[in-house]
């Protein structure tokens, strides 16, 4: 399963709504989409999984939505910490696959 | 509180063996899956193979031809082989924790650069 994501970069200001966006190239479960924050120097970072499950220990500003080929990650108020690469990943079918990412920076 | 550390030499020859190896510490090997993945300089993230601590494997079929996975559960360690590499290996490669019944990547080590070169 091919996953694409949009937008490639998305610039905004802190305080402000990010929707990031994951298309899948052929119907995946909504147990099988998962959500990865990726800092600079730094390993990836379970966010989501299950669509809309939180990992332990994040924020409820970041949500999961979305069900067949496209889905949703949303942060609500862009704290400074958030401006990273996020990337979504498939496990519904073999190969597991990941989205290229996109890339959230400050304004 | 569990972690994960990979090991292995930072540079390889084109055409050799790549050899990375992960410690697990803070949790047993038994009772998950375990999984390497790599990411070019710059690029996006590829899964390359996961094993269970049965010694059930699966492989990304892009580098099925060239990998082998291990693991040894009295070191706590699992393993990753690549033959014949070529520059197009060159990545951050990653070990990670897959829970039991789901796979994505709950636990990741901080990631090892390896840069093939003559």
């Known amino acids: 399963i091919v996953l694409t994501q949009s937008p490639g970069t998305l610039s905004l200001s802190p305080g402000e709504r990010a929707t990031l966006s994951c298309r899948a190239s052929?119907?995946?479960?909504?147990?099988?989409l998962a959500w990865y924050q990726q800092k600079p120097g730094q390993a990836p970072r379970l966010l989501i999984y299950?669509?809309?499950s939180r990992a332990t220990g994040i924020p409820d500003r970041f949500s999961g939505s979305g069900s067949g080929t496209d889905f949703t990650l949303t942060i609500s108020r862009l704290e400074p910490e958030d401006f990273a690469v996020y990337y979504c990943?498939?496990?519904?079918?073999?190969?597991?696959?990941f989205g290229p990412g996109t890339k959230v920076d400050i304004k | 509180q569990v972690q994960l550390q990979e090991s292995g030499p930072g540079l390889v020859k084109p055409s050799e063996t790549l050899s990375l190896t992960c410690t697990v510490s803070?949790?047993?090997?038994?009772?998950?899956?375990w999984s390497w993945i790599r990411q070019p300089p710059g690029k996006g993230l590829e899964w390359i193979a996961y094993?269970?601590?049965?010694?059930?494997?699966n492989y990304n079929p892009s580098l099925k031809s060239r990998v082998t996975i291990s693991l040894d559960t009295s070191k706590n360690q699992f393993s990753l082989k690549l033959s014949s590499v070529t520059a197009a290996d060159t990545a951050v490669y990653y070990c990670?924790?897959?829970?039991?019944?789901?796979?994505?990547?709950?636990?990741w080590g901080r990631g090892t650069l390896v840069t093939v070169s003559s």
């Open positions: 803070g949790a047993s090997i038994s009772s998950y899956y």
């Open positions: 990943q498939q496990y519904g079918s073999l190969p597991l696959t």
């Open positions: 990670a924790r897959l829970p039991r019944l789901y796979w994505y990547f709950d636990l």
């Open positions: 052929q119907s995946v479960s909504t147990t099988y």
């Open positions: 094993i269970y601590y049965t010694g059930s494997t």
């Open positions: 299950g669509t809309s």
